[in-house]
């Protein structure tokens, strides 16, 4: 059984920064393309980044390119995304998500949540204005 497990949620003022961390286990991480994704209240969870099995694929949404940074250690089984400069529009429940390959050959799949077999419990992000 696959674990997925968020820190590093909180409370920031908008233009502050947020590092959130995500542990994983039970399967070979480095088989596992790792993705975030984010859920505002009243709003469908949406693609954040994604990264794939050895690191060498990375993806972003448009709104979080420049700002946002995906990275993984396959020695510590975590991913991690560093956000700067937040919006208040950031504002969300944000998922650290596993897939059951290490990369997909289409970009399309990084961005589909039904290409992710394994989510997290979610860490809130909350940024004020």
């Known amino acids: 059984q696959v674990q997925l497990v968020e820190s590093g949620g909180g409370l920031v003022q908008a233009g502050g920064s947020l590092r959130l961390s995500c542990v994983a286990s039970g399967r070979t991480f480095s088989n596992s393309a790792m993705g975030w994704f984010r859920q505002a209240p009243g709003k469908e969870r949406e693609f954040v980044a994604a990264?794939?099995?050895?690191?060498?694929?990375?993806y972003y949404a448009d709104f979080v390119k420049g700002r946002f940074a995906i990275s993984r250690d396959n020695a510590k089984n975590t991913v991690d995304l560093q956000m700067t400069t937040l919006k208040p529009e950031d504002t969300a429940v944000y998922y650290c998500?596993?897939?059951?390959?290490?990369?997909?050959?289409?970009?399309?799949?990084?961005?589909?949540?039904?290409?992710?077999?394994?989510w997290g419990q979610g860490t809130q992000v909350t940024v004020s204005s």
């Open positions: 990264i794939s099995g050895r690191g060498g694929r990375i």
């Open positions: 998500t596993s897939a059951s390959v290490a990369w997909y050959q289409s970009s399309n799949y990084y961005y589909t949540p039904a290409s992710y077999d394994y």
